[in-house]
């Protein structure tokens, strides 16, 4: 069989319009992008899935007799699966199968950008893995239709995340990012590792302003406070602020009679007002109620100037929402009040578009049976219905599983890391269309860095090694046992090692009988 100059194989066996086998001549892998010729003056591109080598000199009926052969050739053949043809810049499938007898050539750039649609993005997230091809989506179509980065626990979830929203932030996208454990306040600085020629990037930081619900002395990251308006409030939107599991409907009843009678007498009203009218019921469930209202109050969320939203939803700038320190049950309050006024208020058109990033989402929209969250309800209806009103999502977990279904099968774009755990990879199963076993099976090897690509805009899953950073990574694991420093004598201790003063309570303190919020965030803001 006579080769044609530059090809890697010859098309074999019985051939179908989705597959194909070829025998190959050089060397190819599996993720090989190939070409074969197509009806007429197209290309076939297809994706290599599966390689194997034979040799019938070594088969078990060779190996036990005496006078076996070695002529035998060896030979590796590979199975590859068709991904479509492109013609006149439009993709279709083959109507009829590659011919057996064709030859098979390793795919051009401009063929696989063009069959795969890579070449309609401007948001540059990385490179086709085993080659040097951009992999860029588009800006528009990732903040309308949604987003979700999904992966277990150190394969470069926030990371990946965090280059989507440079790409945003160049764009002049406005972004809320919920951060439940400080790891966005480092967007600010640019980053100093990481192949920048190879990907061509370079570093820069960005436009980010951060503000914690808490008290500015416990989070030293934060630029400015958060705060709620706290005149005047409804007893639904106080009641949305405490704890169903802890709330019965006495309370709540309580609650309702207090305002109305607060209503009656003034006309402006705080929750220091609320607190006090309750206490002056002769109810008997009052206390408990007292003790939730208090435990508001001493957070300082609505205490001072409320934080005016459309501050929080600026062109080209990420405001961060870092709830270091803040108790989970409240954090999930916190970001259903916040996302039902930056929801309402982009109906109205009386802020910017934007995007909405959640972290770790699974404690915010717990999947049914593992979990309940205040914020559930809102993210499912920005989910659903925040393309109308220029409001996007993204939902960012290491928990697949534990993410509420109908808010992932909303994300048009889906960033999918390594993932091993078996309820997740069934998870994400259900979630993505065309997931089969060796997809599930590629998504298990995944190196850290490297992701797989699923969205409408592209014709199948590929997978990209992500770009470095432009800005700094905040999200490092903090090390347990240091490593021992050259020199250092044995058992001698670093500075961090030595006890913390300020740990130590001081007598006055276990006296002071102050509740665990008011130790955490300290004293109410006047």
Not at 83 to 99: D, E, F, M
Not at 280 to 286: D, E, G, L, T
Not at 390 to 407: E, T, Y
Not at 421 to 435: H, I, V, Y
Request: with cysteine; hydrophobic share 40%.
């Amino acid at each position: 069989m006579s080769m044609v100059k530059g090809s890697v194989g010859t098309i074999v066996g019985e051939t179908n319009p989705l597959a194909f086998k070829f025998l190959i001549n050089k060397q190819v892998g599996r993720g090989t992008y190939i070409k074969a010729k197509a009806e007429g003056k197209d290309w076939i591109l297809a994706q290599v899935e599966d390689v194997k080598r034979s040799n019938s000199a070594y088969s078990v009926n060779q190996l036990s007799d005496g006078a076996r052969s070695y002529d035998s050739r060896e030979m590796m053949i590979a199975e590859a699966r068709v991904i479509g043809v492109g013609s006149n810049g439009k993709l279709h499938l083959p109507t009829s199968p590659a011919r057996p007898g064709e030859s098979v050539f390793i795919a051009d750039e401009k063929l696989i950008k063009a069959t795969l649609g890579l070449a309609k993005g401007d948001m540059y997230i990385g490179l086709l893995r085993g080659y040097d091809i951009r992999v860029e989506l588009d800006a528009n179509t990732l903040v309308q239709k949604h987003c979700s980065v999904l992966a277990k626990t150190g394969s470069g979830k926030s990371y990946t995340a965090a280059v989507i929203l440079e790409e945003l932030l160049d764009r002049k996208v406005a972004l809320l990012i919920i951060d439940p454990h400080g790891e966005y306040a480092s967007m600010k600085e640019p980053n100093k590792e990481g192949d920048f020629s190879r990907y061509k990037v370079k570093p820069r930081g960005y436009e980010v302003v951060v503000y914690t619900p808490g008290e500015m002395a416990m989070n030293p990251k934060a630029d400015r406070p958060f705060r709620f308006n706290g005149l005047n409030l409804s007893a639904r939107e106080v009641a949305k602020m405490i704890p169903h599991e802890s709330s019965s409907s006495g309370q709540l009843g309580l609650l309702y009679e207090a305002i109305s009678a607060l209503r009656s007498e003034t006309d402006a009203y705080t929750l220091e007002d609320i607190i006090d009218q309750v206490v002056r019921s002769n109810s008997k469930v009052k206390w408990n109620l007292v003790g939730q209202l208090e435990a508001l109050m001493e957070l300082g969320l609505f205490s001072g100037m409320a934080t005016p939203v459309d501050e929080l939803l600026r062109p080209g700038r990420a405001a961060v929402i870092d709830m270091t320190g803040i108790a989970p049950e409240l954090q999930a309050m916190i970001v259903a009040r916040l996302l039902t006024e930056i929801f309402e208020a982009r109906k109205r058109r009386l802020i910017s578009p934007g995007m909405v990033v959640v972290e770790e989402a699974h404690n915010y929209i717990p999947e049914r049976g593992t979990g309940n969250a205040a914020s559930t309800n809102i993210v499912r209806t920005i989910a659903a219905e925040g393309r109308k009103f220029g409001l996007g999502l993204m939902v960012i977990s290491q928990r697949p599983a534990r993410v509420d279904k109908n808010v992932i099968s909303q994300c048009n774009t889906q960033i999918i890391m390594r993932v091993t755990n078996p309820n997740d990879l069934k998870a994400l199963s259900k979630g993505l269309e065309g997931m089969t076993s060796e997809l599930e099976e590629e998504i298990k090897r995944l190196p850290p860095g490297v992701a797989m690509l699923v969205s409408n805009e592209i014709e199948r899953p590929i997978t990209v090694n992500i770009r470095p950073r432009k800005s700094r990574h905040g999200g490092v694991s903090t090390q347990i046992v240091a490593r021992e420093r050259a020199g250092a004598p044995r058992g001698s201790r670093g500075p961090e090692s030595r006890p913390v003063a300020s740990a130590r309570k001081s007598g006055s303190e276990k006296k002071s009988g102050k509740g665990l919020l008011k130790r955490v965030f300290g004293a109410r803001i006047a």
